[in-house]
Nanobody, 122 residues
């Protein structure tokens, strides 16, 4: 079992920044990939970024590339999502997830956090 807890969401003005954290516990060694997804009410969950614990290799959705940065701290079992130049359309609930391999697909991740709300005002 892997437990994931997100934090760091909140209300920010357009152009501002936030850093989300995802603390992992349990059998974290069993899942090499961590991903961030986001979801607006009534919409499907959308891939944002992914990173591997072992190599640190990353991949981003085109819509966030250059503004959002995923990173990890292996010693703390924590993954981060640095969000800069935020836009109102970034308003969503952000979820972190753990899976066997990097993937853009929601179904490839089998552990999920509870989500953290990010609201960007115009």
């Amino acid at each position: 079992q892997v437990q994931l807890v997100e934090s760091g969401g909140g209300l920010v003005q357009a152009g501002g920044s936030l850093r989300l954290s995802c603390a992992a516990s349990g059998r974290t060694f069993s899942r090499d990939a961590m991903g961030w997804f986001r979801q607006a009410p009534g919409k499907e969950r959308e891939f944002v970024a992914t990173i591997r614990w072992t190599t640190g290799s990353t991949y981003y959705a085109d819509s966030v590339s250059g503004r959002l940065t995923i990173s990890r701290d292996n010693a703390k079992n924590t993954v981060y999502l640095q969000m800069n130049s935020l836009k109102p359309e970034d308003t969503d609930v952000y979820y972190c997830a753990a899976g066997y391999r990097r993937s853009l697909r929601e179904r490839d991740y089998d552990y999920w956090g509870q989500g953290t709300q990010v609201t960007v005002s115009s």
